[in-house]
């Protein structure tokens, strides 16, 4: 069983950057795929990105891409989510999940963390 907490949400401004931190305890991280997904009030949750096991990022959300970078540093237990030139459409609650493959798709991830949020201003 993998625990994951988010960290480094917070208010921005439009244009600016923001790195988001999902640090893992137990012993299995690097065993799991990992992805990020985010989640506005009244919306649907949406997926960000993932990273398969050896860090090599799988997908990118159309929206997202080449604006958002997704790594992750196995011995660290930690996955990250670089995000630059943010928009206010990217104003969610943003967060990680662990699971056996990169995936697009929420239901196939087994462990989440609490959710970090993220408030872009214009």
């Known amino acids: 069983q993998v625990q994951l907490v988010e960290s480094g949400g917070g208010l921005v401004q439009a244009g600016g950057s923001l790195r988001l931190s999902c640090a893992a305890s137990?012993?299995?991280?690097?065993?799991?795929?990992m992805g990020w997904f985010r989640q506005a009030p009244g919306k649907e949750r949406e997926f960000v990105s993932t990273?398969?096991?050896?860090?090599?990022?799988?997908y990118y959300a159309a929206s997202v891409k080449g604006r958002f970078t997704i790594s992750r540093d196995n011995a660290k237990n930690t996955v990250y989510l670089q995000m630059n030139s943010l928009e206010p459409e990217d104003s969610a609650v943003y967060y990680c999940?662990?699971?056996?493959?990169?995936?697009?798709?929420?239901?196939?991830?087994?462990?989440w963390g609490q959710g970090t949020q993220v408030t872009v201003s214009s």
């Open positions: 137990g012993r299995t991280f690097s065993t799991y795929a």
């Open positions: 999940a662990a699971g056996p493959s990169a995936s697009t798709y929420w239901s196939t991830y087994e462990h």
């Open positions: 990273v398969n096991t050896s860090g090599r990022p799988i």
